[in-house]
């Protein structure tokens, strides 16, 4: 290749549409060019940033010049600022590691709101300056949303509404609100129509009155309305399930093997009425283990392409909130044809694995069954048969009594062979809200996972790993889970905190290094801090056919089987498993399968995202009412403008602005996480824990404030262990996770591992990489003990893991 046909070869690469700028190094490795050529490619690229057809962006990273791109400019997702300028987040570029942000100006604005995806043109500062990237937005290429929740306000006979959160700076003028019989006060959806700038005010028309602002169910509302939550299902799909209802008479079809002679238990909250997995469990003569994992069949009464499937299609998910759910299916199948029910004959696609000894697995098979549930257990039943298994014997049959001793058994080798291939957990606490009848915080507590839950998390991990397996043997595209490793940028980040920390390290790499400092960093005065930035390292979970793996759980293959009560993916998963059993050509269009797996993994973060708001509306309504309140927190996000913060006792998330620091001049740095006084020595850093005091609350724009009071995390040692306001806030690049969410086994995450402190904790089963400590009689936040029986808002007992469809709780897989 001549000098002439390089310099084609680097333009058509570098103006491509879905190029990202980076170093002349990775541009070799792209182009496959041979390390004695770079030299050449660096003249050639020198030699084209001269003639004006590339540029040197941020970090010496090329980039097509003004105008030269097949595309005219690049897009990116902006956030504005209260004060009107604002910040365009570009995608990460080719090698993995983050763009700048792009700085526009407030007269650079245009009419963008927080959210959408714009199009800019991009500033690049002179070669040796200390400017930063500067832009304008050229156009609009999506909104995020066209309809938002506001407060109604009116000035000099002129309605407007204040948009909650930090969207818009000012409230948006609505046309004749009066046809809505709206009161000053109220929350109203809105539909904006036209968009405000620097030199216009925007103009939007009132959908819907939600109702007095402050009141929980018209809290409840607002983020259903602004999420765009589906609630009741259309009398078309209710018509569709009972026409499931009537058709179904419990008979063992011939297309089914009958499983009804095995022995069949299910572990479930006590509320709970969708049951939804059921174990039985043998021991064979030579020595191996035969697990049957027994998921509800949803398949057999969601026909693909019917009303019931293409509602459960678009809703992607259950949503759990905390006072409602909104569930993926009608209760008529998820809580009464769908459910394993015990003593009743019910359908089911049972993953068959054989394991050695040890817990290797052997094989798989997957069969379409009917099976009869021998006991209903919950977990608090299941603890106290482990703990004190005697009194049990005169309750259970001899068959139940020994199934329960088994699946103890099993679960521990199955747990010890995860937890030695390499798969992670952390020890982070999980903190859930409570509520009184009405709606409102009383309180809350740190959520216990016991052993029981520890059991079903075991045998729904090892099913969604056999049956990815299974369907990766048979050469067949499927919706994955996909977890990937962390990007080379998150772990230098992570190391270079380590090494500011004190730790002895020099380049965490893998998950090995990573589980070793874990190790090490348990029972230490940093042990929250390590674990919470390992959690900051890690990718988000996503579906994808891609054959990536599961970085968290060390998985090469893995899927989500266990749950089409409440997750669509699951629903697919035994669709094809059926189709490949009855000899039926699987499903070949790629971008079709990968289409649904961007639609199942945006629904799951846009419910997890409502679930968060709601949670923080909720404690921001009960911290108003608690101004001066003092609790202890932990710092969870570090920025140049002050540090994230959320309470250990009550899951409320917080700024602490910089000014409001103890007198100092601080320097942000964000590689160690750190923000260190050069005057008096102050430093703060992620994970530290510290007293604080809520100073402000603002619940339209959905801001708490906090000021510290006092720091509670000792210094950083001298060497590693060996053995062992309505101040104006800048855009925040890292909130700190919302941890008040309802606990629910998703197979994405490395593994919580408890604290031991009254006896071993176990794991509930979840993908999230968040453990719990377990407590006995923690305080709430008005002082007053908390037991592990938490009441629910009608006064029941609360159990401890998930939400099901019917609004009880649940741990699935």
Known sequence: MNTANLEQQVLQHVQAANYQPVKPRVIARKLDIPEDRFPELRRVIKKLIKRGELVYGPKHRVMAAAGKTSQDDPAGTFQRHPDGYGFVRMPRNQDGTKSDDIYIPRSKTQDAATGDQVRVRIKHPRRGSSSRTSGEILEVVSRRSYRFVGTYQESSHQGSVLVDGTIFAKPIPVEDPSAKRIQVGDKVAIEVVQFPSRTRSGQAVVLEVLGPQGTPEVDTRSIIYQYNLPTDFPEAVMQDARRQADRFDEKITRD???????????????????????????????????????????????????????????????????????????????????????????????????????????????????????????????????????????????????????????????????????????????????????GQVTGAHVEEQTESHQIIEEFMLAANEAVAQWLTDRDVLFLRRQHKSPSAEKLATLTSFLQDLGWDVEDVQSRFEIRKILQEAAETPHEYAINLAVLKSMQKAIYSP????????????????????????????????????????????????????????????????????????????????????????????????????????????????????????????????????????????????????????????????????????????????????????????????????????????????????????????????????????????????????????????????????????????
């Open 256 to 438: 089914r093997q009958d499983l009804t002679q095995l022995t069949v238990l299910t572990i479930d909250p006590a509320d709970a009425r969708d049951f939804d997995d059921a174990i039985s469990l043998e021991k064979l003569e030579n020595g191996h283990w035969l697990l049957y994992v027994h998921i509800a069949d949803v398949s057999h009464f969601i026909p693909v392409g019917s009303q019931l499937d293409q509602e459960a299609r678009q809703r992607g998910t259950s949503v759990y909130l905390p006072d409602v759910v909104l569930p993926m299916l009608p209760e008529t199948i998820s809580n009464h044809l769908a459910s394993l029910q015990p003593d009743c004959i019910r359908y089911a696609l049972t993953a068959v694995v054989e394991w050695t000894a040890e817990g290797q697995r052997v094989s798989t098979d997957l069969q379409r069954t009917a099976i009869r549930s021998d006991r209903r257990f919950t977990y608090r039943e299941v603890d106290e048969f482990l703990e004190k298994p005697n009194p049990w014997k005169n309750r259970l049959s001899p068959e139940v009594f020994e199934l329960l001793s088994r699946m103890s058994q099993f679960a521990r080798i199955l747990r010890k062979r995860r937890m030695d291939g390499g798969a992670l957990e952390l020890t982070l606490p999980e903190i859930k809200i409570d509520l009184d009848s009405k």
């Open 546 to 813: 891609e054959t990536s793996g599961h970085y968290a759980l060390n998985s090469q293959h893995y899927c989500h089987f266990t749950s089409p009560i409440r997750r669509y993916p699951d629903l697919e998963i035994h669709r094809l498993v059926d189709m490949i059993n009855r000899g039926k050509t699987p499903p070949t269009d790629l971008a079709a399968i990968q289409s649904l797996g961007d639609h199942c993994s945006e629904r799951e973060q846009v419910a997890e995202a409502a679930e968060r708001e709601l949670i923080k509306l909720k404690l921001l309504g009960y911290l108003s009412q608690h101004i001066g309140m003092k609790m202890e927190a932990v710092v969870t996000g570090v920025e140049d403008f002050g540090l994230f913060v959320q309470g250990l006792q009550l899951p409320a998330d917080g700024l602490v602005h910089i000014t409001t620091l103890r007198e100092d001049q601080y320097k942000h740095d964000p590689q160690t996480h750190t923000l260190t006084g050069h005057r008096q020595g102050n430093q703060f850093r992620l994970g530290d824990k510290v007293q604080v005091e809520v100073t402000h609350v603002d619940l339209n724009r959905r801001q708490l404030d906090f000021q510290i009071i006092q720091g509670l995390t000792p210094g950083k040692p001298k060497k590693s262990p060996s053995k062992h306001s309505s101040r104006q806030r800048k855009p925040a690049t890292q909130k700190g996770k919302q941890q008040g969410s309802r606990s629910r086994k998703t197979q994405d995450s490395p593994t919580p591992r408890k604290k031991k402190t009254a006896g071993r904790k176990k794991d509930s089963g979840k993908e999230k990489i968040a453990g719990k400590k377990k407590t006995h009689g923690k305080k709430q936040a008005d002082g007053k003990k908390k037991t592990h029986g938490k009441k629910q808002a009608d006064g029941k007992k609360k159990t401890h893991g998930e939400k099901r469809a019917d609004g009880k709780k649940k741990t699935r897989g």
